[in-house]
């Protein structure tokens, strides 16, 4: 019954994450296309979650809700370290449009025209230090490990 209860308290977490996003999206921070890609994990978690609050399969869903917070936390980390420098994150949405020496005036027009406005490598708020990015790595990790609990209770 306990494995239950915090496979369920994960999946509440990944939703409260999905709600906290879509409240900065509200206030006015657009999301990059790491950011997007990043709540595509939660989604599946709050699935997960659903599916062992239907059948009780607690040992089942709990790897299955563990893998999706741990591909979130994944996620987050790699956006983290885009922002932060420690790598390069993709072209399309860090400012790059590839070698602009051999592009013609009109194609250098075309990809900056279809460039996305929000950059993956810059910090739209942070708080303590850490971005919105960051903050998903520390919570995505802990509901990673809500969830291997739950998995081990399941026995």
Known sequence: MRGLR?????G?????????ALGFQAA???PCELCILQRWPHLAAVIVAALLWLTGRVRLFAILGMAAAAV????AIYHTG???GWWPGPAHCSGGVGDIARLSTQDLM???QAAPVVRCDEIAWSFLGLSMAGWNALFSAGLTLIW??????GR
């Open 82 to 84: 885009v922002e932060i």
């Open 28 to 30: 006015g921070y657009a």
């Open 72 to 75: 979130a936390t994944g996620l």
């Open 12 to 20: 509440a977490g990944s939703a409260a994450l999905l709600i906290a």
């Open 110 to 112: 075309a990809k900056l």
């Open 6 to 10: 915090l496979g369920l308290m994960a």
């Open 148 to 153: 291997a609990r739950a998995a081990g209770l």
